[in-house]
């Protein structure tokens, strides 16, 4: 279940939102100033915001900039084209004019729930008992976390993206060259057998083959 954050004073717009979107499935977050917005956000992390912008306490553009990696949806009297490029530009997600249209709110806030978990997929690469998140550079196996190096995130990576490929060590220093400047031919080979040690220190599983002459690729066992 999808939980969508209310930030607004006005208690009977506030009211009417939240009987709307628990009829469509949602749990729902309230916070009526800027100030109770903040804490609220401290301590949960809804799945999507309608802040409006007229807020006792902080304003809702100064709340704004407090919001990370979660869409926000402007909900606001304020008409000037102005406001909202520099609200948009900001690091709002959508806006939309008081008085708005329920049905064209819901739809909005569907395509912003989609948007998101379309990138929330594209951040992990899982394979296996592997999974790499591609934003904090994390890498779990079996659920256990296991700390890894910018370049061999960067080989490990690469392999995972072609699990069924041998890659030769000439295509793979050339790949990761950019990120991991300071990965040579010479010292490559160092390099996996960290990474290899480090994976099997924690599974058990060696999950990287060598194919001697070419190079590389994943070895993932099936579960």
């Known amino acids: 279940m999808n939980t969508i954050a209310i930030i607004d004073d006005d208690i009977p717009i506030g009211d009417m939102l939240t009987e709307i979107l628990a009829q469509e499935g949602y749990a729902v977050l309230r916070a009526y100033s800027g100030t109770e917005a903040l804490y609220l ?59 708005f249209d329920i049905k064209e709110l819901l739809a909005r806030i569907t395509v ?36 890894l190096t910018r370049t061999e995130y960067a080989i490990l990576k690469l392999l995972m993206e072609n699990p069924r490929q041998v890659i030769a060590k000439s295509v793979l220093l050339d790949r990761i060259s950019l990120d991991t400047p300071d990965c040579t031919e010479r010292s490559l080979k160092q390099h996996i057998s960290n990474l290899r040690k480090k994976m099997q220190d924690v599974s058990g599983t060696d999950y990287i083959e060598t194919v001697w002459g070419i190079g590389f690729k994943l070895a993932v066992q099936k579960s």
């Open 112 to 147: 912003q729930l989609r948007k998101n978990e379309i990138q929330a997929e594209s951040q992990s690469l899982s394979i296996g008992d592997l999974s790499l998140d591609t934003m904090s550079l994390a890498l779990t196996i079996k659920g256990q976390a296991v700390k």
């Open 41 to 99: 956000l401290t301590q949960k992390k809804p799945d999507l915001v309608l802040l409006d912008l007229m807020l006792p306490g902080l304003s809702g553009e100064e709340v704004l900039p407090y919001i990370h990696n979660i869409p926000v949806i402007v909900l606001s009297a304020k008409i000037d084209v102005e406001d909202k490029v520099n609200l948009l530009l900001g690091g709002a997600s959508d806006y939309m004019t008081k008085p």
